[in-house]
């Protein structure tokens, strides 16, 4: 099934790209700054968080003296955890939202939550475009970024997204679904080193939520963009899981596509 559904992504791939490209730009058509929003929000987001953290505040993390090092791990937590729930946000329910699309489709309705995906996607590097420009200005960038990181997105991206169209063919026959992941999110959310680094917290709750599959994507993110020694066998779980959620997605997908036709 997976390599059937990646042969009609690619015979569709102009229409994919299309849409990716008009979701993009009826986003900002009447604003009239257009797409330099963009660039301007988080340009902004990163200003506050560099002011405020470690200028005002002056937040320091633990073990590290380099001045914007909390502002650096906070943005890169941030942006990488809103790249995750953006996915999951817009997938989980693309089912319910296109019904009737659907119904009529002369296209892989696959195609539908990838184009969501991509939208998201684009969003995100053009954010992360402007923090890399920031640590390049502040003299922080590694090129281990440019080495492992993609790794960690891809990742992440394809976790995002499998999770959410699992919960998209469930979401049909449970309404509830749209309700409960935002919930989901927020416990996920916190149950991840985000905001706060994971040494501050107790070998028991530490040990607890490390079974969180993007805590270890999400301690390996920031070592990565602080500058330090990186622990790949941190990818190993999280590959796991991706795996084993992409054949319980892929295998629900299929097993469900008829009754989901009939639902809708």
Known sequence: MVVSSLRELWRYRGFIRASVQREVQL?????VLGLWW??????????????????????????????YAYSVYLCAGLLQWNLFA?????????????????????????????????????NFSIIYGIFILFM?????????????????????ILMAFSFGVLMA?????LR??????PLLLQILFWATPVVYPSSILPENIKELISWVPLYNLMDLSHQIH???????????????????????????????????????
């Open 27 to 31: 986003k900002y058509k009447d604003s």
């Open 38 to 67: 963009l660039i301007g929000s988080p340009l902004v987001m990163i200003l506050i968080y560099t002011l405020v953290f470690s200028r005002i505040m002056h937040s320091r993390l633990p073990g590290m003296d380099m001045a």
């Open 86 to 122: 953006e996915i999951v946000g817009r997938t989980q329910s693309f089912v319910v939202d296109n019904a009737n699309l659907i119904k009529k489709a002369s296209f892989p309705v696959i195609s539908l939550p990838v184009i969501a995906t991509a939208g998201s996607v684009i």
């Open 136 to 156: 390049l200005i502040q003299g922080i960038l590694n090129i281990n970024i440019l080495i492992i990181y993609p790794m960690i997105l891809v990742i992440l």
């Open 169 to 173: 063919v469930y979401n049909v026959f």
């Open 176 to 181: 509830d679904i749209g309700q409960i992941i």
């Open 226 to 264: 602080l500058g330090l020694k990186p622990d790949l066998t941190l990818l190993l779980y999280p590959l796991t899981i991706l795996i084993v959620l992409l054949l319980i997605t892929c295998l629900s997908y299929r097993r469900l596509y008829g009754d989901i036709l009939d639902e809708i």
